[in-house]
């Protein structure tokens, strides 16, 4: 069968460059060897969160939830503007705050009275907040099924990349003008030289507790817990979903590839989330799962060719939902040789070579 | 017999009778599903979850697992 | 001298401890439940088994398990975590009169006067009649027991039970006296009532329904043990796939008391039993036929009944996925705080689809309970 473009990966960024390019009028393929949004995207929370670890990580999420804002998503993506509030434990912390400040348009500084009364539960002491209000959650299983409800699907892996496609697991030999991998930390399988390594990633959930939790809550110290590239850490990261259950997160590790839960990590995970919030202690956990990450060295995806007709959009780590449009526009306006709305270098693939 | 109150109403049980049970005496809905309708236990034995109440201002007990106890506040939405 | 644990205290559970006890082995007996006796007994076990009551078992009830890790040590785990029933949606099943057969006996057992209360008994298989004898000792009215198996199949049933004086017995004691229907189900509820294929509607205050049994796999299958098709894999000494865990029960009292002392004896002793067992097994077999599920109540779920009672997932928005976990990422079934217990075997039977994954916390529990998990 022959495409204009064909996507492997039917996750949140191959189904944003399916959206993007069916929008422009291309014939697209997207192959999928397990379910719709069924991997990192649904194994992540859904948050549409600006994030400035680096210069161009600031560019790209700010970009990309632009472009979230201006998607007008069905009721089941579930989609609410509860903002980010970031939590500062100490004066430290609150020197961060005034960084953040500075760089995130719309953004309010919480003292300690601001905090509490923002958000109630969480435990006495803490120095206070950065409140990003344009920040909003969503369901991305549902966002992925809802880009990609006008794309074809093939239920199936791709066996070996060709010069012009690939050949699939089913038998298929797929042509395409344009083949893009956005496979996420599965994408190693084809292309073993690309430095992406899964991170894996434990969350909870809990039952229906509406009015416990009204924002996006980060611990600052995210940065120094979890944005290391320390073997394993864990950070509070909660969330309320629109219907009143608490996510709670979040660990990240390297190395351990399997899918099972590690207790200790979990038990880490949740003391972590108590010691920030205390009454979480009684509230009824309904569910565990883990994920795994495409993390890449520097923490920026990777965007761009490996050659003229082998692209690639994966490594973006805990980012991807964020990140999806962005990448697809990135990438939609280098096929049509538009000027990108943000310079497309930081995330070239061959930053790497 | 063992006191107890179920959404107020106070209730005297005797020894070992379950909190559904108690509020199956009163009632027969005990929570509202997500979408709005009346639910009442359907399992009797901890799985379901439909006969999830509050219990002394904990939500979401099982109270088909759980024997009533003096005391004990009930409460259903 | 050997830790043996045993975990659930019905039948074979409590079999399966009381015959470690007697061949020296140190022996814990957990359960979930308040009481002893699993779903069937809830704590009145019958004077013929009290003597599996050894003083020498440590019982602990009201136990609850989130993950393996949380397991004390022992040498040999017996797993007896018995069945649940199954429950197929049919329209107005989530109305509050209506409730499992053995879900109903269990309030009953936990103090729900029952006295003088209409009820209709309908579903399948050997439980609606212990159920309907039971309450009928409490005074209910039963109106009818509807059973959905056709009327030859039960005749060829009940026909073969001579060979089973002592089955015959008990079934003549349970149903004598009782409106019993074969070839009828429930098409719908309505609040108040019930309407039966082959009856019409019969005004009730409870339908008490369940259309077999499920096994428990969720502890199993968390500590490694295969599964397939629903069953726990056992060799003929109980041992699952995982050499030092053994699993018993999930079929008749009789068949479960025999696999608990098998596992509970260990390989030799228990040898003496599995001739009984093989008949006890056969006996099973003979009920699986007789009460299996017919087609047509294949077509009782309509797509607007409510499928995942937790989340309120219609079967219209289901049926279209791929599998399960596709209908769980994009519909929400099965996420709910059941974790699929009840629409994950529904939807076995009406798609065909596998259950799903499991994943601690086995039930639901408070966070504070995980917060000292090891590996």
Not at chain 1, 145 to 156: E, G, K, S
Not at chain 1, 197 to 221: C, M, N, S, W
Not at chain 1, 346 to 351: A, G, H, N, V
Not at chain 3, 261 to 268: L, T, V
Request: net charge neutral.
């Amino acid at each position: 069968m022959t495409t204009d473009v064909l996507i492997a990966g039917a996750g949140i960024v191959g189904a944003a460059l399916a959206a993007a390019f069916r929008a422009e009028g291309g014939k697209c393929l997207v192959v999928e060897p397990d379910l719709v949004g069924g991997g990192a995207t649904a194994a992540g929370m859904g948050h549409v969160v600006v994030m400035d670890d680096s210069p161009a990580q600031l560019a790209l999420t700010a970009y990309s939830r632009r472009l979230w804002d201006n998607l007008d998503l069905p009721p089941n993506v579930e989609r609410e503007h509860r903002g980010t509030l970031w939590v500062a434990a100490d004066a430290e912390e609150m020197a961060e705050v005034a960084r953040k400040h500075a760089l995130f348009p719309a953004s309010e500084i919480l003292d300690e009275r601001a905090l509490y009364a923002a958000e109630p539960e969480l435990r006495p002491g803490l120095a206070g907040g950065l409140l990003v209000p344009g920040d909003s959650v969503l369901y991305a299983p549902c966002a992925a099924a809802w880009l990609l409800r006008l794309t074809p699907i093939r239920y199936a892996a791709i066996a070996e990349l060709t010069p012009d496609g690939a050949r699939l697991s089913d038998g298929t030999t797929v042509s395409a003008g344009l083949t893009i991998l956005a496979c996420g930390a599965g994408i190693t399988r084809l292309l073993p030289q690309l430095p992406i390594k899964p991170r894996k990633g434990h969350l909870a959930i809990t039952d229906r507790y509406p009015g416990f939790l009204h924002h996006q809550l980060v611990e600052l110290g995210y940065l120094k817990s979890a944005h290391g590239h320390s073997a394993e850490s864990v950070a509070f990261n909660v969330q309320p979903r629109s219907t009143g259950q608490i996510l709670i997160g979040s660990s990240r590790q390297y190395g351990d590839e399997s899918p099972d839960i590690r207790p200790e990590l979990l038990s880490r995970m949740l003391r972590r989330a108590v010691d920030y919030m205390p009454r979480l202690k009684d509230l009824q956990v309904i569910r565990t799962w883990t994920g795994f990450r495409a993390a890449t060295p520097d923490s920026l995806p990777l965007i761009g060719p490996v050659t003229d007709r082998l692209w690639v959009a994966a490594g973006h780590e805990g980012l991807g939902i964020t990140t999806s449009l962005g990448t697809a526009a990135l990438l939609l306006d280098r096929l049509l040789g538009d000027p990108p709305a943000i310079p497309p270098e930081p995330y070239l693939p061959d930053r790497f070579a | 017999m063992i006191p107890v109150t179920v959404n107020g109403t106070p209730l005297t049980v005797p020894p070992g009778t379950t909190v559904a049970a108690a509020v199956m005496r009163i009632q027969p809905a005990f929570r509202r599903s997500v979408t709005g309708e009346s639910r009442g236990p359907l399992c009797g034995m901890g799985i379901c979850m439909e006969c999830r109440v509050t219990l002394n201002g904990h939500p979401h007990e099982r109270s088909c697992q759980l024997l009533c106890a003096a005391g004990m506040e009930i409460t259903t939405p | 001298m050997t830790r043996t644990l045993v975990i659930g205290g019905g039948p074979a559970g409590l079999a399966a401890a009381w015959a470690a006890a007697q061949s020296g082995q140190a022996v814990t007996l957990l359960d979930d439940n308040p009481a002893l006796g699993g779903q069937i007994w809830r704590g009145d076990i019958p004077a013929r088994y009290r003597r599996f009551l050894d003083p020498r078992i440590t019982v602990q009830t009201g136990v609850q398990i989130h993950s393996a890790s949380q397991l004390p040590p022992a040498d040999r785990i017996i797993l007896a975590t018995g069945t649940r029933e199954l429950f197929l949606p049919f329209p107005g099943w989530t109305l509050p009169h209506v409730l499992g057969a053995g879900g109903l006996q269990a309030l009953v057992k936990g103090g729900l006067p029952i006295a003088g209360k209409r009820v209709v008994v309908a579903g399948s298989g050997p439980l609606l009649l212990a159920v309907a004898a039971y309450l009928r000792r409490r005074g209910a009215k039963i109106l009818l027991v509807a059973e959905q198996a056709p009327y030859p199949r039960i005749a060829a049933f009940t026909r073969g039970l001579w060979r089973h004086p002592a089955k015959l017995l008990e079934a003549a004691q349970l149903g004598f006296g009782l409106r019993y229907r074969p070839d009828s189900w429930p098409l719908r509820a309505d609040p108040g009532s019930v309407t039966l294929q082959g009856h019409g509607v019969l005004r009730c205050d409870y339908l008490a329904c369940g259309f077999g049994l499920v096994v428990n796999t969720e502890l199993p299958e968390l500590l490694g043990c295969r599964v397939e098709n629903g069953r726990v894999l056992t060799d003929a000494d109980q041992r699952t796939t995982v050499p030092h865990i053994f699993f018993a029960g999930a079929g008749s009292v009789d068949r479960s008391l025999l696999e608990g002392q098998i596992a509970g004896f260990g390989p030799e002793r228990g040898r003496a039993l599995h001739a009984a067992r093989a008949a006890a097994v056969a006996f099973d077999r003979c009920i699986d036929i007789a009460f299996a599920l017919r087609s047509e109540l294949l077509s009782l779920t309509t797509p607007e009944t409510i499928v995942c009672r937790c989340e309120d997932v219609p079967f219209g928005a289901i049926w279209p996925h791929r599998d399960w976990r596709s209908a769980k990422l994009q519909t929400r079934c099965g996420m709910g705080p059941c974790q699929g217990r009840i629409c994950g075997p529904a939807l076995a039977h009406l798609c065909g689809w596998p259950a799903a994954s499991v994943r601690p916390p086995i039930f639901p529990t408070r966070l504070e309970n995980l917060l000292d998990l090891r590996d």
